[in-house]
């Protein structure tokens, strides 16, 4: 499974985000070798039941699911997972009470009320701790003493969920050594456009401050030895992504989207074609050769994911 592989220091996984709930975009994504595919419920229009629909045809073609939620409600979380989700993802997280009710949702099904609180207010205080901590043998066998049987049932139930936090203000960056102290987390998702408006260099995605901001948080995330990605779908997108992995250490690449890819092969593919029948000079087409372009100015892309 996902989780044991990033567990592996030397170990990179590969995956990217999907779009479009058609199940002709299983099979080609699956062609491509992805470990995980992105689904992003906070941007993109999906409903649980195609949510649903996409987590278990991935899981099954052996490619793990991994959803973003539309904010930090615990119980979307816990709507996702019972969809199919592998991993939770939660945009714009800031505070350590965010992340303490998403650990509560992700990794301690089914318990709720007043004994998932007493557990919740001991995660909460691992936050302040130096030492790591086990979120089921040291804070779960803390408050429910019945010899490791309730611990032992929880860690097994959700064995296999992850919990990514996304990184995507400054307020996130300034406290993300708290963030990721709290036992639960796997990891961070870095969201590159909202950040570049927080440090005041929208979409310049070439701007010094926002890779350099980025080298930092893939360096103190790894140094936790919690797993980070960035979805980077912008300029110098391949190169970006080797030299976060090669010189920072990220092991999860999350690379573009279906819809992304899709507009930039059919946008080169045309464009190449009609630059060809006008360098041919022959006939009286009736074509702009930035016809594409500006028409996909009009149709809202995935810039903001």
Known sequence: MLKQRLRNPKDVVFGTCVLTPSPSVLQPT??????FVFIDTEHIALNREQVSYMCKGFYFAGVTPIVRIPDHDPYKATMMIDAGAIGIVSPYVETVEQVVKLVGATKLRPIKGKKLDNILAKVQDCGSEEKQVDLYDDVVNSVIDDNNVTSNFLKEKNRDIMLFINIESTVAVENLDTLLS?????????????LSVQLGVPRMWESKLLLDTIETIIKKTRRRNKSVGCHWSFSNAIQNQHHWVKSCGMNMVI???????????LANDLGQIKGKLKKDGGGNYLFSSAAIGSRAKLIKTEDDV
């Open 30 to 35: 699956v062609n491509a070798n992805v470990d």
């Open 182 to 194: 709290i036992p639960g987390v796997d990891g961070v998702f870095i969201g590159p456009s909202d």
């Open 255 to 265: 690379h573009s989207s279906d819809m992304v890819l899709y507009n930039k092969t």
